[in-house]
């Protein structure tokens, strides 16, 4: 296969990019005479980025730079990246310990979003999620998890955001009982999804807070109800608990 990239646009603007971030602020001939483009191209490709967001040029000398913004999506990345390398280590050993299957998720706006999974090798029930799916935050485990470290009108913008809707019978859809859960998920230190969001599946979580403290992960053991009964979920939520306290202490 040719090693070249099938959009040309898209290897010219990344070139720019790639320059202003070697060079620093720098006129448009410089700029021309270091990528050997005319001016009329290499403009065109700066307004572009600069409409992006990605470049900026000075009013008064007329030289361009990169903006901030590259290094917001840098500074996402890293902590996304530390996040993981973080708990991957912990979490594989929960998943090989339990033999059950391991989620990690992160919040985002009323649903988490999985960003981990380590599936179960020793059973043959698969469960059905997916890294980069989605889960509603009012219905799952990982959901309360992470609503138990936030504050009540933090909790009320989440219900009042979400489509709440009964997903099995067993879905909580009154606020006065979802808050009732969020307690005894902050006395226990863990929170349980019993068939709310998947009927034949429960779900045992704990959150995990952010190097600022602030709600925003959680993870979770899930399998089918047949397995998960009172008694192995007492004893999977002592494995949580430590698993999160190593987590944290490497965080």
């Known amino acids: 296969m040719e090693n070249k990239n099938p959009i040309q646009v898209a290897d010219r603007l990344f070139l720019v990019l790639e320059t202003l971030a070697d060079t620093g602020s720098v006129t448009l001939a410089d700029l021309c005479r270091q990528l050997d483009l005319n001016k009329s191209t290499l403009h065109r490709l700066l307004s572009s980025l600069i409409y992006m967001g990605y470049v900026k040029q000075d009013g008064e000398t007329g030289k361009y730079s990169l903006s901030l913004k590259l290094l917001g999506l840098s500074n996402k990345l890293l902590v996304h990246m530390d996040i993981l390398d973080a708990v991957?280590?912990?979490?594989?050993?929960?998943?090989?310990?339990?033999?059950?299957?391991?989620?990690?998720?992160?919040?985002?706006?009323?649903e988490a979003?999985?960003?981990?999974?380590?599936?179960?090798?020793?059973?043959?029930?698969?469960?059905?999620s997916k890294v980069g799916s989605r889960i509603p935050l009012y219905c799952s485990g990982v959901g309360k998890a992470i609503a138990a470290d936030m504050d009540q009108s933090q909790i009320q913008s989440i219900w009042e955001?979400?489509?709440?809707r009964k997903l099995t019978p067993h879905t909580i859809i009154d606020y006065t009982q979802f808050l009732e859960k969020i307690k005894e998920a902050r006395e226990k230190g863990y929170a349980l999804d019993d068939e709310e969001n998947e009927l034949g599946v429960r779900c045992i979580a704990v959150g995990l807070p952010d190097y600022r403290g602030r709600a925003k992960y959680a993870f979770s053991i899930s399998a089918p109800a047949s397995r998960m009964t009172d008694q192995r979920l007492e004893e999977l939520a002592q494995i949580l608990l430590k698993t999160k306290k190593e987590i944290l202490k490497n965080m």
């Open 88 to 110: 991957r280590p912990s979490l594989k050993v929960l998943a090989q310990e339990t033999g059950e299957t391991v989620h990690f998720v992160q919040l985002d706006g009323v």
């Open 113 to 128: 979003v999985y960003i981990y999974k380590e599936e179960s090798t020793q059973n043959s029930v698969r469960m059905v």
């Open 161 to 164: 955001h979400s489509t709440i």
